[in-house]
């Protein structure tokens, strides 16, 4: 099922605590845009049809990587990318839309996504493997 733009923007905004959908829509899109790059086949294709339209095509058509970001890069590259942004509030950005990505792909879908990041991407999906301590 795909969710609305503003259903999925009202996620956001609630999880991140964002005073106004503009700020949830700026996170959604950085943090989508970096991880469409680190996406491909039919997995991004998947999510992507789960998304809004216009999150779809962000990631789809993403900022390119020239390698696999770690965890932590990406939550540099995404401070790096909103104005403003410390490495902390980019860990928080990138919680409230991945955790909102994840429930809406469903644990199959989510689980796939996560074989092709490096290591460490379960935790900023709010998905922690089982067995292993942050």
């Known amino acids: 099922m795909t969710l609305r733009w503003e259903a ?3 996620e956001v905004r609630e999880r ?3 005073d106004t959908v503009q700020e949830a829509e700026r996170a959604a899109r950085t ?3 970096l991880l469409g790059a680190h996406l491909v ?3 991004r294709a998947e999510l992507a049809a789960r998304l809004p339209e216009t ?3 962000i990631l789809l058509n993403p900022l390119q990587a020239a390698e ?3 965890p932590e890069r990406f939550v540099r590259a995404t401070a790096a990318w909103i104005e403003g942004a410390t490495e902390a509030t980019a860990l928080w950005d990138i919680g409230a839309v991945l955790s909102t990505v994840a429930e809406a792909a469903g644990d199959d879908l989510t689980a796939r996504v996560l074989l092709q990041l490096p290591p460490g991407y379960d935790l900023l999906f709010g998905r922690p493997t089982a067995g292993e301590r942050p």
């Open 8 to 10: 999925f923007l009202d």
């Open 41 to 43: 086949g039919d997995v």
């Open 55 to 57: 999150m779809a095509l």
């Open 16 to 18: 991140g605590e964002y």
């Open 31 to 33: 943090v989508l845009a």
């Open 68 to 70: 696999p970001l770690g």
